[in-house]
């Protein structure tokens, strides 16, 4: 079975720009959170879809959005960046919400 | 407010030796708790994962031992090898809410 694919892996915005990172589940899959990884933070939970509905939010601003399409693929969209948001950006799926599959991650440099 | 606790933040261990992370929690709802571990460049991966009304788990080299009253659960890895060299995180999870991890443990195993 195919894992948890990430695109881009890479991507260097300039600071009041936006991003879209997309997701594509393990076949199978309806459940797909996102987190964001940091070095002085760790893994902070963004949200998580499920069958196209968010079903849990982090605390994170309203710049941070999200969906989920009918074939449990998402997207993550940070508006107007700031140089804070770099970051690796991981996103898991899961057939049990409890067993999380984890992608290798898009790492985001703003600049 | 930091949900789950992790430490220590590096761990240096020799081959053979017997490596320790130790995690603590705040919420007693918390109902499952996993460890992932990670390498450079790739996602956590699901190594273990225990329920709180069992006090150890063991999967081969792996083994969590978990203390209710205390709030506490641990990592051990046994017989600890160079390629066991990680980053270990902790997490706790709320059914129907998110799950919330350690800042993370960077082991390294000397040969």
């Known amino acids: 079975k195919a894992g948890v694919t990430q695109t881009p892996r890479y991507l260097i915005k300039t600071r009041g720009q936006q991003v879209t990172l997309s997701c594509s589940p393990i076949s199978g899959h309806r459940s797909v959170s996102w987190y964001q990884q940091t070095p002085g933070q760790g893994l902070q939970f963004l949200f998580e879809y499920f069958s196209e509905t968010q079903r849990n939010k982090g605390n994170f601003p309203g710049r941070f959005s999200g969906r989920q399409f009918s074939n449990s693929r998402s997207e993550m969209n940070v508006s107007t960046l700031e140089l804070g948001d770099s970051a690796l950006y991981l996103c898991?799926?899961?057939?049990?919400?409890?067993?999380?599959?984890f992608g290798p991650g898009t790492r985001l440099t703003v600049t | 407010q930091q949900q789950v606790k992790q430490s220590p933040q590096s761990l240096i261990v020799q081959k053979g030796g017997i490596s320790i992370i130790n995690c603590a929690y705040e919420?007693?709802?918390?109902?499952?708790f996993p460890w992932y571990q990670q390498f450079p460049g790739k996602g956590p991966a699901l190594l273990i994962a225990?329920?709180?009304?069992?006090s150890e788990k063991k999967e081969g080299r792996f083994t969590i031992s978990f203390n209710k009253s205390a709030k506490q659960f641990s990592l051990h890895i046994m017989d600890s090898q160079p390629g066991d060299s990680a980053t270990y995180f902790c997490a706790a999870y709320l059914t129907g809410n998110q799950f919330y991890f350690g800042t993370g443990t960077s082991l390294t195993v000397i040969p």
């Open positions: 919420n007693t709802a918390f109902d499952y």
């Open positions: 898991a799926s899961s057939l049990n919400t409890y067993e999380q599959y």
């Open positions: 225990i329920r709180p009304d069992v």
